[in-house]
């Protein structure tokens, strides 16, 4: 694993924009080996359907009440996959988000299925894999990949805030998805660190 600062230099020298944006101060998460267990794979799955389409106020807001009750990552996943939607719309997570997780969490407690093969596909093939599974769209699988894989080369386009970023800090439209991802591969293959830094830098 590359420090963060050989990463930053690298960064810098293929765009002097990020100069603004690369914090020196702030520990990026995704600098970090991952925990390939289903109970953590399955805890950073459904906090990005948690903020599906949603703020991260509001999302850090239901998560905590989510996993208020659930001392470990292993308690939680057996916890959803036995909660029911009465106790879920209490903590204001909907009906729909409830059905996702918690069909996830009861075929991974059933073996049926494990976040952990997608350890070995790249990252094309592991977004397909997981939008075949129902809840998840191609930002939530982007957000997994980032935060619980700790891939280091992925950009959701997708995603509003980066588009937003992208957009004050290179003055382009943020509806401009051809451009914004042309940027983006300026940052290969730290697409992800960058990410997490616009995040930052916006202060979302």
Known sequence: MQSKKIIFEKLILQDKNLERVLDYSKECPLIAKPVIKDEVLFFELAQSIVGQQISAKAAAAIWGRLISRSKTKKLFIIFISKSTLKWARAQGLSSRKHEYIMSIAKDIVSEKLSLKNINNLSDKEAINYLISLKGVGPWTAEMFL????KR???FSVGDIAL????????????????KIKSIAKKWKPYRSVVSWYLWEYLGV
Do not use: N, Q, T
């Not at 980032?146 to 894989?149: C, D, L, R, T, V």
């Open 146 to 149: 980032m935060f619980a894989y």
């Open 152 to 154: 280091m080369d992925i």
């Open 163 to 178: 588009r937003r970023a992208v957009s004050e800090i290179y003055k382009v439209d943020r509806e401009d998805f051809v």
